[in-house]
């Protein structure tokens, strides 16, 4: 799926509950955005998985460590990119 920068954002509040709960565990959704529209013609991709239950626990606590990682690689190196 192709969005620019112009596209307004779909929320959860436009579904209806039971359609939400009948995505299955394990999907993946690829949103890419237009080259045309991004600084630099930077290609910009999200790939989402749904994940429930125990496995969506890990997920969290897994993406939680790599934020946490980045912050701190961030807070160490940004001072010296911008001297």
Avoid: C, S
């Avoid at 290609?43 to 998985?49: T, Y």
């Avoid at 990682?69 to 961030?74: G, M, N, P, S």
């Amino acid at each position: 799926m192709t969005d620019t920068l112009e596209t307004p954002q779909e929320t959860a509040g436009n579904y209806p509950p039971e359609l939400l709960a009948a995505i299955p565990n394990g999907t993946i959704f690829a949103y890419n955005l237009n080259e045309k529209n991004t600084p630099g013609r930077m290609k910009v991709r999200w790939k989402i998985r749904v994940a429930t239950g125990p496995e969506a626990t890990r997920v969290d606590a897994r993406q939680a460590e790599a934020i946490k990682e980045a912050l701190i690689w961030a807070h160490r190196h940004l001072p010296q990119l911008t001297r």
